[in-house]
């Protein structure tokens, strides 16, 4: 018998049916309730960067998440809407004068195009090292970095109810087929994971899989069900829709189809693992956010929570604290912390690594066991998953303690190693080998899959 607790009805939902989802983007910026309170240098600023960067709000977000009286500098503000540092003033300036200039629709678009290539759009070797061969030929849309992981970006779901400021994953939401990774091919992907047993675990991820219908989503998760994919042991979804837009989980249309599907990977033995992007607190002070996590955990299925450490938003250890304390509360697993990636606007977020171990370390502190659960502050860097694990002295030299949570090599995992101490450095590109090393332990291996991978 199915379970029924997910789909009882319940004091948020509204006697008049499903709420109307409306997004607001860079044509119809001008009407957002709200930056009506900001001076026309400052909606103009908004443009500029929204010419460049993708910008995607809906009504839920700006009605019921930005504090205004607490503009500019509210978290979910600064999460959503451009803000003018976000592209280097050179940049800001060149896209500036464009449209002061009254552009054609092209130029701006070419203009956009040369500043997004500065930015580093696809970090990690997502294009050159991530995408796996099926046949001889290159798999679109999967990323299979890992050995025991794969990553599929289902077509239908390369988009956001909302888009954050900071995503790393940007240039899948600016047009640009070039830079966009995508599937429409289920069948590709289950014949791919059939043929790999070495996989354990499907990722699929965007955008959010959850602007999907569940129709569309059930075609490439309900073939997993079959004997010979028993393999593939959990079915993760990265999403921000708990977030963003609760309403999928609660009263859209298809919501208790969505929950069935869910229930049925479970009850068939699936681990099923929702990825919840969750950057600070105010997240959840909702009820309709409390009740789209109630129907979720409900089926089976955990949230699993994770985000980066982030300027402006909650560079703060009490922040932290308070979001792994109020997940732990409501069902939650505080997963992840991650450091800001190398790309699209880390200038306006990025924070030094030294930082973000103090805030992280500081976090912990005031956390419970059960919040303790969150790893970090992590880099989803080009060889793997590299975590800072402390800063110490050891023979006089102060330095980073670093390991591999995650390596595009397994027998990297867990080989603790070590940086020289930079206040400055952001990113594991910027580190150097302490004691006089000349390289670290994995770099030369790097190299070889490199050059193998370019042959």
Not at 386 to 400: A, D, L, M
Request: glycine residues 6%; charged residues 25%.
């Amino acid at each position: 018998m199915s379970r029924t607790l997910p789909l009882q009805a319940s004091a948020v939902e509204t006697s008049t049916g499903p709420r109307r989802f409306h997004v607001y983007t860079l044509r119809n910026m001008h009407e957002i309730p709200g930056l009506e309170r900001m001076s026309a240098e400052e909606r103009f600023a908004m443009q500029v960067v929204a010419n460049v960067l993708p910008f995607r709000v809906n009504e839920y977000v700006i009605n019921e998440l930005i504090d205004w009286e607490q503009v500019p500098d509210d978290p979910i503000y600064q999460l959503t809407i451009p803000q003018r540092d976000m592209l280097a003033p050179e940049s800001f300036n060149r896209m500036a004068d464009v449209l002061r200039g009254d552009a054609d629709r092209a130029e701006v678009q070419r203009v956009a195009r040369e500043i997004r290539g500065e930015l580093n759009p696809h970090p990690a070797g997502q294009m050159d090292l991530n995408v796996p061969e099926f046949e001889g030929e290159k798999v679109e849309g999967m990323q299979h970095k890992y050995r025991e992981t794969v990553l599929f970006f289902p077509s239908q779901g390369q988009v956001c109810h909302s888009y954050c400021t900071f995503c790393f994953r940007w240039a899948q939401f600016v047009g640009d087929k070039e830079l966009r990774f995508a599937s429409n091919e289920a069948d590709t992907l289950i014949e791919y994971l059939r043929t790999h047993h070495e996989v354990s675990d499907l990722l699929m991820t965007g955008g959010d899989p959850m602007v999907m219908k569940t129709r569309n989503l059930a075609q490439y998760l309900e073939p997993l069900l079959a004997a010979d994919l028993d393999h593939v042991q959990t079915v993760r979804i990265g999403t921000k829709a708990l977030t963003f837009w609760p309403y999928r989980f609660v009263s859209d249309k298809d919501a208790d189809d969505l929950l069935r599907l869910l229930e049925k990977l479970v009850r068939a033995g699936k681990h099923v693992a929702l990825m919840a992007h969750y950057n600070h607190p105010n997240e959840l002070a909702t009820p309709i956010a409390e009740e789209a996590i109630r129907r979720v955990r409900a089926t089976g299925a955990e949230i699993r929570a994770q985000g980066p450490l982030l300027n402006h938003i909650n560079n703060d250890a009490g922040a932290w604290a308070t979001l792994w304390r109020r997940q732990v509360q409501l069902g939650i697993i505080p997963y992840y912390m991650f450091v800001e990636r190398d790309t699209g606007a880390r200038r306006y977020f990025e924070v030094p690594l030294a930082r973000a171990w103090d805030v992280y370390r500081s976090a912990m502190q005031q956390v419970s066991g059960l919040g303790r659960t969150a790893r970090g502050p992590s880099m989803s860097a080009d060889p793997g998953k590299v975590e800072i694990q402390g800063v110490t002295e050891i023979h006089g030299e102060k330095v980073f303690v670093l390991r591999f949570i995650q390596g595009r090599n397994p027998d990297w995992v867990q080989r603790p190693f070590f940086a020289q101490y930079d206040p400055q450095a952001t990113w594991l590109n910027q580190l150097k080998p302490a004691f006089g090393e000349k390289e670290f332990f994995f770099e030369e291996e790097y190299r070889r899959m490199l050059a193998a991978k370019q042959a």
